[in-house]
């Protein structure tokens, strides 16, 4: 079973500036595997990011994708109040599908 | 546009067995040879995949849950259902349902809000 690593456990910024979230695969993953969500509190996991980089339907060009093999990253380029919230990795491989453990960006 | 309702007791004894049931509206369950799946988030922690169903009937179960879990799918009612059996306090958790992205089943791209499911006596 592939474990997700996230990092950091909590991230604290400002608004309007850049977010960098890490997600490390135990084991390889193929880029169409990966996916990034977003939830706020009391609400579902939304989709944000398919197949390492593709932007789900309605997500807004500031939250972008990338990485292969074991390394993936999510970047908000400019941070808006909307955004300071929980995010977490997802992967797909035999037939299974995990989760990594979150990273929650907080205002500083 | 798609709906997913989570239905069930939100309070279950211990030792017992946790059912819950997901409604789909706006669609077909059957639809577009859809996958469902089942999520779970114990209070003030991460996300948990537990299970899914293929709409025909195969599953795929977190390796985990699996000796307790059976999940399934009523077509005639656009409804999957979930069943935990012999649970405890670690399985208090809020419960969501899913739809897994199509073509590729690799995501989910629709959930339902979610039920809050407590196991205490």
């Known amino acids: 079973e592939i474990v997700l690593t996230q990092s950091p456990g909590t991230l604290s910024l400002s608004p309007g500036e850049r977010a960098t979230l890490s997600c490390r695969a135990s084991?390889?993953?193929?880029?169409?595997?990966l996916a990034w969500y977003q939830q706020k509190p009391g609400q579902a996991p939304r989709l944000l990011i398919y197949g390492a980089s593709s932007r789900a339907t309605g997500i807004p060009d500031r939250f972008s994708g990338s990485g292969s093999g074991t390394d993936f990253t999510l970047t908000i380029s400019r941070l808006e109040p909307e955004d300071f919230t929980v995010y977490y990795c997802?992967?797909?491989?035999?037939?299974?599908?995990?989760f990594g453990q979150g990273t929650k960006v907080e205002i500083k | 546009q798609l709906q997913l309702q989570e239905s069930g007791p939100g309070l279950v004894k211990p030792s017992e067995t946790l059912s819950l049931t997901c409604t789909v509206s706006?669609?077909?369950?059957?639809?577009?040879?859809?996958?469902w799946g089942w999520i779970r988030q114990p209070p003030g922690k991460g996300l948990e995949w537990i299970g899914t169903?293929?709409?025909?009937?195969?599953?795929y179960y977190n390796p985990s849950l699996r000796s307790r879990l059976t999940i399934s799918v009523d077509t005639s009612k656009n409804q999957f259902s979930l069943k935990l059996n012999s649970v405890a306090a670690a399985d208090t958790a809020v419960y969501f349902c899913?739809?897994?992205?199509?073509?590729?089943?690799?995501?989910?791209?629709?959930w339902g809000k979610g039920t809050t499911v407590t196991v205490s006596s």
């Open positions: 899913a739809r897994h992205s199509r073509p590729y089943f690799y995501y989910l791209d629709v």
């Open positions: 706006g669609g077909s369950i059957g639809s577009s040879s859809s996958y």
């Open positions: 997802q992967q797909y491989g035999s037939s299974l599908w995990t």
């Open positions: 084991q390889s993953v193929s880029s169409s595997y």
């Open positions: 169903i293929y709409y025909s009937g195969s599953t």
